[in-house]
């Protein structure tokens, strides 16, 4: 059987790395400092069960079962490459956490 790739998704939407997010500034014409960190945290609490979920289908996709005929440790590299996208998403989890803090320490 012929080895499938997919993965077509690219870093920004311009198909180019992500740049460092900016922080949003409190001030009286915004939103209150409390919407803005609840906005943050509702984005990492919703990025942690995707990566609850992700790692969990990480495990079972890239068990080794799953490609026992492939041969040449294409089990191992596969897991390790759905891994990689779980590092991902968290990476991005650790960003709203760090801008929810960012908005919090805004006086």
């Not at 803005?36 to 609850?52: P, Q």
């Amino acid at each position: 059987m012929t080895r499938t790739l997919i993965g077509t998704a690219s870093l920004g939407h311009r198909g180019q790395p992500l740049q460092k997010m900016i922080m949003p500034i409190v001030n009286l014409n915004g939103n209150s400092k409390t919407d803005l960190v609840n906005e943050a945290m509702n984005v990492v609490r919703a990025l942690d069960e995707a990566v609850t979920v992700m790692a969990r289908a990480a495990a079972e996709l890239g068990h080794g079962r799953n490609f026992q005929t492939a041969g040449n440790g294409e089990g191992f590299e596969a897991r390790s490459r759905l891994y990689d996208r779980v590092e991902l998403v968290r990476a991005l989890q650790g960003e709203f956490s760090a801008m929810a803090q960012a908005i919090h320490d805004q006086t």
